[in-house]
């Protein structure tokens, strides 16, 4: 039966895959991450793990040319993600270009603080992002066209204080939270920002801009981190606006997990309404039968939309999807809460 769902899943992605003249990107938050430094590359290489397995099969059957992964663990030499698109390219999906940055997940940060103010130092939650390892749960870019690697622009290690109209958290009393030595150092992105730049087969660039923001919730009433899930969506817009540096080029695709949805549940959603109402975006609502426009299922929360693939004004989008499990043992399923979100693009 898996193998089955596995070919139908094939046969209604590979209708609209591979076209001449079209472009397929996606963004797929796997889950990978595990619970120590070094356990993902042994858990893909022993090849019994069964979340792994129905990862490559989702990824596989959608053959996007361009993927945003999250929830991957990152490692100096890239091991893991070598590893893994091993294991894609026996599927039948290689991607020779890479992009796998160190994140801020698990990074201390100057010096030891309480970075999110709980009265304790050491924590996980006391590096620039959430992580107990350094590079728990980052974020990486697999591509069939080749990527301008002199281009790549890191927004990584930008401060949250230095981001313009910045919404910093603060005490009661207008005081900084959890502290002013925090906020000096505090980074914006809880996991990474990159824009990549890919080279089309006729010439010209495609500029990639990928992210994993952080979940609105897990803090207090300072709101701290529905504040920095905030502006990490907004720095996308002030990056079009030149405010960041030069304002790239067109076209491009925002591919990533915002970690928010425009309706349900929690956080500042006029963050990723904006985003999705920017003119000099188009926002393809992909669907599936099964859920509509919702992208993950979480226990207790529901379904919502977080992840997304938003291509430039001018781009013409033929085909976009989620990829929603139409049983509870499809690979799907069995990946990752989150699902792999596409969008076809043509090539003109």
Same mark, same amino acid.
């Given at each position: 039966m898996r193998r089955l769902a596995a070919s139908l899943l094939l046969l209604i992605?590979? #209708?609209?895959?591979?076209q001449a003249g079209t472009l397929r990107i996606a963004t797929f938050n796997t889950e990978l991450s595990r619970d120590g430094p070094g356990l993902l590359l042994?858990?893909?290489?022993?090849?019994?793990?069964?979340?792994?397995?129905?990862?490559?099969?989702?990824?596989?059957?959608?053959?996007? *040319?361009?993927?945003?992964?999250?929830?991957?663990?990152?490692d100096y030499e890239g091991r893991s993600l070598a590893a893994l698109a091993g294991l894609l390219a026996e599927a039948g999906a290689a991607y020779p270009y890479r992009v796998f940055l160190q994140p801020n997940t698990g990074l201390p940060p100057p010096a030891l603080l309480d970075m999110d103010g709980n009265g304790r130092i050491g924590g996980p939650r006391d590096n620039q992002g959430y992580g107990r390892f350094r590079g728990q749960g980052g974020i990486a870019l697999l591509s069939r066209l080749p990527v301008d690697r002199g281009g790549i622009r890191d927004f990584s290690a930008l401060l949250w204080r230095d981001l313009p109209g910045a919404l910093l958290p603060k005490h009661p009393d207008g005081r900084p939270f959890p502290s002013g030595a925090v906020q000096a150092v505090q980074r914006l992105s809880a996991t990474a920002h990159w824009l990549?730049?890919?080279?089309?087969?006729?010439?010209?660039?495609?500029?990639?801009?990928?992210?994993h923001a952080t979940p609105p919730v897990f803090d207090g009433p300072e709101d701290r981190n529905g504040l920095r899930n905030r502006d990490e969506i907004r720095l996308w817009q002030l990056l079009l606006d030149g405010r960041l540096g030069a304002a790239p080029q067109a076209p491009f695709v925002i591919a990533g997990d915002a970690n928010l949805d425009p309706e349900r549940g929690e956080g500042r959603k006029d963050a990723i309404r904006h985003l999705l109402g920017d003119p000099r975006l188009? *926002?393809?609502?992909?669907?599936?039968?099964?859920?509509? +426009?919702?992208?993950?299922?979480?226990?207790?929360?529901?379904?919502?939309?977080?992840?997304?693939?938003?291509?430039?004004?001018?781009? +013409?989008?033929?085909?976009?999807?989620?990829?929603?499990? *139409? #049983?509870?043992?499809?690979?799907?399923?069995?990946?990752?809460?989150?699902?792999?979100?596409?969008?076809?693009?043509?090539?003109?």
């Amino acid at each position: 039966m898996r193998r089955l769902a596995a070919s139908l899943l094939l046969l209604i992605l590979a #209708a609209g895959a591979g076209q001449a003249g079209t472009l397929r990107i996606a963004t797929f938050n796997t889950e990978l991450s595990r619970d120590g430094p070094g356990l993902l590359l042994r858990d893909i290489e022993r090849g019994s793990d069964p979340q792994i397995a129905a990862v490559v099969e989702v990824i596989s059957a959608a053959q996007p *040319d361009v993927l945003a992964l999250q929830g991957i663990d990152w490692d100096y030499e890239g091991r893991s993600l070598a590893a893994l698109a091993g294991l894609l390219a026996e599927a039948g999906a290689a991607y020779p270009y890479r992009v796998f940055l160190q994140p801020n997940t698990g990074l201390p940060p100057p010096a030891l603080l309480d970075m999110d103010g709980n009265g304790r130092i050491g924590g996980p939650r006391d590096n620039q992002g959430y992580g107990r390892f350094r590079g728990q749960g980052g974020i990486a870019l697999l591509s069939r066209l080749p990527v301008d690697r002199g281009g790549i622009r890191d927004f990584s290690a930008l401060l949250w204080r230095d981001l313009p109209g910045a919404l910093l958290p603060k005490h009661p009393d207008g005081r900084p939270f959890p502290s002013g030595a925090v906020q000096a150092v505090q980074r914006l992105s809880a996991t990474a920002h990159w824009l990549v730049p890919l080279d089309l087969p006729g010439g010209g660039q495609l500029n990639v801009m990928t992210f994993h923001a952080t979940p609105p919730v897990f803090d207090g009433p300072e709101d701290r981190n529905g504040l920095r899930n905030r502006d990490e969506i907004r720095l996308w817009q002030l990056l079009l606006d030149g405010r960041l540096g030069a304002a790239p080029q067109a076209p491009f695709v925002i591919a990533g997990d915002a970690n928010l949805d425009p309706e349900r549940g929690e956080g500042r959603k006029d963050a990723i309404r904006h985003l999705l109402g920017d003119p000099r975006l188009q *926002d393809p609502q992909p669907l599936s039968p099964q859920a509509g +426009t919702a992208t993950v299922e979480w226990q207790g929360a529901g379904r919502m939309r977080v992840d997304y693939v938003l291509p430039s004004a001018g781009l +013409t989008v033929t085909g976009s999807g989620v990829v929603w499990p *139409d #049983a509870p043992s499809a690979a799907a399923a069995t990946a990752s809460r989150h699902r792999l979100v596409w969008s076809d693009i043509a090539l003109d």
